[in-house]
Structure formats: C-alpha cells, structure tokens
C-alpha cells in the first residue's frame, strides 16, 4: 500500500500540473499513468502536431525563397524523417518531464487506475498496487468520439493519434469535422502533397470561431487546395478499391467523395470507461465528470480535471484546473476562473482567440464596437511577406472593455497574449492604446485594431462616419 496526501489518475497536462502544484504545496503525491507521461497533449496531440507544422512551415519558406532572391533546388520531403523528428521532440519533452516530476518527490506509479473509494486507489500495473490517499484528483482526460455513421467505425478510420503515426502520406485523404483537429491535419497532409478533403456538419469551418477569422482562414485552406464541404451530414462510409467512399448530403443534395484514408475529428469524449465512477455515484452529464468552481466532484474529497470535465478541452485549460485541484486538495479555497482562455488554432497561417466573438457579444446585450487592422497594412507583416489575415478587437462601446481579440496571420498564437492579459485584467482599448508598441512588430496591428474601435486607428486610411 502507498500512502500519500494525494492521488492523482492520470499525467497529462491536468494530472501532472496537479501534481506539481500539490507537491510545492507539501503534500506528498502519487501519480497513475498507464501510458507515457504527458498525455495527448505531449504524445499524441499538441505537441507533435506542431512538430510537423514546423516541417511544414520551413517547406512552405523553402517553396516561396525564390521571391526572396534566394534560388533553391530540388527540394524534396522525406516523410518517415519528419516523423522521426516529430518522435525525437516528444521523447524528449516527455523525459524533461519525467525529471520535473522526480525533482518534486512525485512518486510516479505505471498502471491502470482505478477508484475504490474516496480515499483510495487500485493500480493494475506490473503487479497490483493500492494508493491511500486524503484526497484524489481525477485526470483521465478524452479519446475520439466516433462518427455516428455506418461504416464509420471500421478500424482503418483514423483518428488523430493514428494519423500521427502513418507510415507514408496518403495520396488523398478525407477529414471529417473541420474543428480544429480536422484544420490542422489538413493543412499538414496538403501542404506534404496529399489531395485534402474536408467535410464539415457545420455551415463553416471552426463553427465556433469569429465568421470574420474563419472567412479568412477558410479561403487559405482552399488555397492550398483543400475541397471543403460545409453543411455536410455523413451518412455512410463504405470500402472501395481506392481506399474509402464517404457518402454525404449537403442540403439534402446526396454526395459522395472518394478518398485512400479517412480521419475522424468530430469531437472527443471523456476516457472514464473503468474509472469506477458510477460505483461510487460520482455525477456525470453527457459522460463529463461533474465539477463544482473549486473542481471537486459529487464525491467530497475527489477533484477531477482537464477534458474530462468537459469546457474547452485545451492543455492551458486543463493546466489552470490542475493548479486549483491541487489548491483546495491542500486545504486552500481557491476557485477556477473561466473568462479569459486562448484559443490556438496552428494553421498557415495561424489563427486565434479570446473572448466573445462578435455574434457572442451582440448575442450578450452588448453595445458593440469592432476595430479591425488588417495585416496588409503593417509594415512588419509586409517585410515578412505575409499579409494574409486580420486583427478584430471586439469591445464594449459604453465602456470600452475588451470582449474579445480574433487574429488571422503569423504568430497569431503569440500576438493573443497582449491581449489576454488586457482582458484578465477587464483592461479597456485605450489601456492596450495608451501602451507604446514597438515598431515595426506584429504586435503593433493589435493596438492599431484597439484603436480602430474608436475609429482612431493611425495607420490606416481615415474611417467612413459611422463605419464600424
Ligand atoms: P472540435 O469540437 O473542435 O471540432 C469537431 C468538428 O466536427 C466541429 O466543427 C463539428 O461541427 C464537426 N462535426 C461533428 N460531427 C460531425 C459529423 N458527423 N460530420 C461532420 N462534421 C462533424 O473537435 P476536434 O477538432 O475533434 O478536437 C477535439 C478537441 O481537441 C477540441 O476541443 C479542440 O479544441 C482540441 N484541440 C485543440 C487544438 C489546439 O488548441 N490547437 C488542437 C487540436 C485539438
């Protein structure tokens, strides 16, 4: 038996943040993981999907020098090479990990958890092992949701993880759902020469993102020659020679496409099958694991975070609830707070968010203000040579309080953070205005776009009266 203060099923971002933030508070920790520490995000998902993006990224560098001036010859992709990388910077964030988590005392158990009751833990690893603990913090994180179709359940359909492990680019390759699993594949498999295919429910790709983002990133997509079908209700998939034909309606209109493989991103589901939740009462909704502000569950003394809790299933979501399982594990009253998470979508280029869009903040009873900048009107941007995109502050006009930030273009996932921090301090737009920016930077086309709610953007041909 292992005795500690607190037991925590599961290493991904929710469970070992948890684990740290225990263990600084002085408690003494066990962690559960089955598999390799680091959870979707650092094995299976974040992570190694922007390993290849990089690969990515420098190909499309690579392809485009020549209007730099700089001729370059023969390029070609080695696939198996990339994916070799892409392993080499999981294994080696994984094993940095694994020392943090050393370095704090954390004892580490491999094995399959399951919950006994409140104060303890069953583990099936190697041979059985029970945990004794005050309090258990819950972290099983999610697994793909299946597309509820026929035929969509046969085992050649892949999911992310399995498309993070094919041996060779499919020569075509269909997506199912164009969230933003099915985004960042498809600018992957595209851009390494695979003919993509995305087939959406929803009247648009990222159905929850700003319309004025989502145009910008869609028409990219397509671009690069990606067929997108919005609107599109898959009802059966069936086995041909080439691999897969998916049959769908858009409208009611009957169509079919053909592809060598299918990925499935329609969504993911809490992994709680064998968590022993139901024994022991621990309330759920649609499968997620029911949490009050401090985290913990129906069960007092046990926390539970991350995607299986449901909300944004982001790392940096999962990583806050972990610190604040921990907090109250500790015997602190602290509180998550929902109202400024990024949102990264690592396409080319990037997109993100945070905040209500500008359909959410009218929705919301808002007297909305809207600044736009758009990047072909920043000098950085045009030096890079990367124009393409927009930055959208949505506001509050009586007050001038940012709702929310939407940015299209490079390092739109850094760019967010000015914003973020302006809003998690309920930060105005002439807060973010009144700060200088240095120039020329990116970061400067979100000041202008600040300053553009209140029609006084400097960098930018003088507003119609009452445009906004
Ligand atoms: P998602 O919810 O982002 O997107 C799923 C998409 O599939 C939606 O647009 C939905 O309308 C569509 N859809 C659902 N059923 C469908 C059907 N039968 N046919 C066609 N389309 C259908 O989910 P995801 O892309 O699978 O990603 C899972 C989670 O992982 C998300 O919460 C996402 O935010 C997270 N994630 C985040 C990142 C990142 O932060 N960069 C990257 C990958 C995944």
């Known amino acids: 038996m292992i005795e500690s203060d607190v037991a925590i099923i599961g290493g991904g971002p929710g469970g070992y943040v948890a684990a740290i933030r225990a263990a600084q508070l002085g408690l003494k920790v066990a962690l559960v993981e089955k598999e390799a520490l680091g959870g979707t995000c650092l ?14 990224e420098l190909l499309d560098a690579i392809r485009n020098a020549e209007e730099y001036g700089i001729a370059v010859a023969g390029v070609s992709t080695d696939f198996q090479k990339m994916m070799a990388r892409k392993e080499a910077v999981v294994k080696r964030l994984v094993g940095g990990l694994e020392a943090v988590l050393l370095s704090h005392n954390i004892r580490i158990v491999r094995g399959v958890a399951t919950l006994v009751s409140a104060t303890e833990v069953e583990v099936a690893g190697e041979a059985k092992e029970n945990i004794k603990a005050r309090n258990v913090i819950l972290a099983p994180g999610a697994v793909s949701a299946p597309i509820p179709a026929p035929g969509a359940q046969s085992p050649d359909i892949l999911d992310s993880q399995a498309a993070l492990s094919l041996g060779e680019i499919p020569k075509s390759l269909a997506i199912i759902g164009a969230g ?63 691999g897969k034909s998916i049959s769908f309606t858009v409208n009611g209109q009957p169509k079919e496409i053909q592809a060598q493989r299918v990925l499935a991103a329609v969504g993911r589901r809490p992994n709680t099958e064998g968590l022993g939740l139901d024994r022991l009462g621990i309330a759920t909704e649609k499968g997620f694991i029911k949490v009050n502000e401090r985290l913990e569950t129906s069960l007092p003394g046990v926390y539970a975070v991350g995607d299986a809790v449901g909300g944004l299933q982001l790392a940096h979501k999962a990583f806050a609830e972990g610190e604040i399982a921990a907090e109250n594990a500790a015997g602190q009253k602290t509180a998550m707070d929902y109202r400024v998470i990024p949102r990264c979508i690592y396409t080319i280029p990037e997109a993100a968010a945070v905040g209500m869009s500008e359909a959410e903040a009218r929705e919301a009873g808002h007297d909305v203000q809207v ?27 009586d007050t001038g309080e940012i709702l929310g930030v939407h940015i299209c273009g490079p390092q739109a996932t850094e760019l967010i953070h000015e914003a973020v921090l302006v809003m998690n301090l309920e930060g105005t737009v002439e807060d973010l205005a009144a700060a200088i920016h240095a120039h020329p930077t990116l970061s400067e086309a979100v000041r202008e776009a600040a300053l553009d709610s209140r029609g006084l953007a400097i960098h930018m041909p003088a507003r119609r009266r009452g445009a906004n």
């Open 43 to 56: 094995n299976r998902g974040c992570i190694p999907t922007k390993a290849l993006i990089r690969g990515v």
């Open 180 to 242: 933003v699993i099915g985004v960042e594949f498809a600018t992957i498999f595209a851009r390494l020469g695979s003919s993509v295919t995305l087939l959406e429910a929803l009247p648009k790709v990222l159905p929850q993102e700003d319309a004025e983002i989502t145009s910008i990133l869609e028409k990219s997509l397509r671009k690069i020659g990606i067929g997108i079908h919005t609107s599109a209700q898959v009802t059966r998939i069936t086995d041909v020679p080439a």
């Open 371 to 397: 600044g736009r900048f758009p990047l072909a009107g920043s000098g950085k941007a045009t030096v890079l040579g990367e124009t393409r995109g927009l930055v959208k502050v949505v506001a509050d006009g």
